[in-house]
């Protein structure tokens, strides 16, 4: 996640890989429905988490002063253990909680409404930054939105991706950029992948944006030699 003020990594988002010995790389969204199928999705998740941890506690030592995010699903959420489970992680590291972001999607809050702003409120309240995903492409009322202890509001890919040839979604995205900031919420563009949408981004005001113009997918490694390089991490 680039910063529109500063033009400097802000944030890395964790994107979870299966390297299979015989499928070659499988995508999340051919693995995770199985895991949540089969009652895997809790441990997957908590594994992604410690693992970001381990990771965020070696950035921040090395003086790279980013937070990480972490995607949770809606087993995640409507898991009334949650918030302990990742209290005790949080013990294990030299890891503050504000140097995470937990993204959740709208679909997610909406399974069980009550018990996910449950969740949410507990972690929010460890100090644990919150993230709606996907913003625009869920079910999710304004009225509830107003509720929800989310610090940050991801606009979707399908309104960034044709923002330069659909004035519609311009409007959507300027409308969206000014509602968030007035509830006090920060606002991070999915999918820019070329210069004016960028520009055009940050003309219309948005805080963050991320996307393979900046960078794609890396591994620890490979991040670690982009930040030796790159303007954006200077």
Same mark, same amino acid.
């Given at each position: 996640?680039?910063? =529109? ?13 299966? =390297? =299979? ?17 089969? +009652?895997?999705?809790?441990?997957? /998740?908590?594994? %992604?988490?410690?693992? /970001? ?7 921040? /030592? ?17 898991? +009334? ?75 979707? #890919?399908?309104? #960034? ?40 981004? +940050? ?16 591994? %620890? ?14």
């Amino acid at each position: 996640k680039i910063s =529109h003020h500063t033009g400097c990594i802000m944030g890395v988002e964790a994107l979870v890989r299966w =390297h =299979h010995p015989q499928r070659g790389l499988v995508a999340p969204d051919e693995f995770i429905p199985l895991a949540e199928a089969c +009652g895997l999705i809790q441990p997957l /998740a908590l594994w %992604v988490l410690q693992t /970001a941890l381990q990771q965020s506690e070696k950035w921040h /030592a090395a003086g790279h002063q980013f937070s990480v995010s972490i995607n949770f699903s809606t087993r995640n959420l409507l898991d +009334g253990d949650l918030p302990v489970r990742v209290a005790k992680l949080l013990a294990s590291y030299h890891v503050r909680p504000e140097w995470l972001v937990f993204e959740i999607t709208e679909s997610a809050v909406m399974a069980e409404p009550a018990r996910a702003l449950d969740t949410l409120t507990k972690l929010n309240k460890m100090g644990i930054q919150l993230s709606l995903d996907d913003f625009g492409t869920g079910y999710s009322s304004l009225a509830y939105l107003k509720k929800l202890p989310v610090s940050e509001i991801k606009i979707d #890919i399908s309104f #960034i991706k044709d923002m330069e040839l659909d004035a519609s979604d311009t409007v959507i995205v300027r409308s969206t950029i000014a509602l968030a900031q007035n509830l006090g919420m920060k606002v991070v563009a999915e999918g820019v992948e070329n210069a004016p949408t960028w520009e055009l981004l +940050g003309v219309l005001g948005c805080d963050a944006s991320q996307g393979f113009y900046m960078s794609r997918p890396l591994t %620890v490694m490979e991040l670690d030699e982009w930040m030796k390089s790159s303007d954006w991490a200077k």
